[in-house]
């Protein structure tokens, strides 16, 4: 989406925004359920605020992702963004390459672990020795939860790898290759 203050909005899968067909020249305030990535328009004037249910998080202008199934955790690309807890009203200031999730009243801040966190909205994976559970979970946020490990499958087969935008096939033939995996696309979902 791109929001008439010149903000860019890419929503996830069952991902939805409200926002006003104009913004007050004082703020611009839009409401989220599920995940999205945004990436601020500058307006020092009006700060951009994000509502989800457990959470506000406030910009003046920087690129991050939001995601609000369950609790809110926001990871930030640039700039600077606060969270809030809306049941506290306790907060943390992040920077890039830090996230905060709020869970009920409780603000917590860390490091973002995975570089894959956004790859549902870029294509871009890059995983280093990460065990293949973990790879098919981060590949379903960009795929739509196509793949499925059988319980045969053995998780020992770690993979160093990195698609950009690569297309299914190609990714399930590194699989193949690397993990030994056989790819069985008779059943649902694959």
Known sequence: LLLKDGT??????????SYPTEFSQNNRVVKLTGEAFFD??????APFQIETPQATIEVLGTSFNVNSKSTTVVAVKSGIVKVMSNSSGKYVTIKAGEAA?????????FEIANPNYNSWQTGVFVFSEL???DVVNDLNTFYGNKLVLSTAVQSTCKLTARFDNAPLEE?????????GVSIDKSKPGV
């Open 131 to 133: 065990p293949l559970l």
């Open 8 to 17: 860019k909005v890419w929503l996830n899968n069952d991902a939805s925004l």
């Open 171 to 179: 990714v399930l033939k590194v699989l193949q290759l690397t993990c």
């Open 40 to 45: 601020v328009a500058k307006n020092k004037d």
């Open 101 to 109: 999730e709020v869970v009920k009243e409780e603000v917590a801040y």
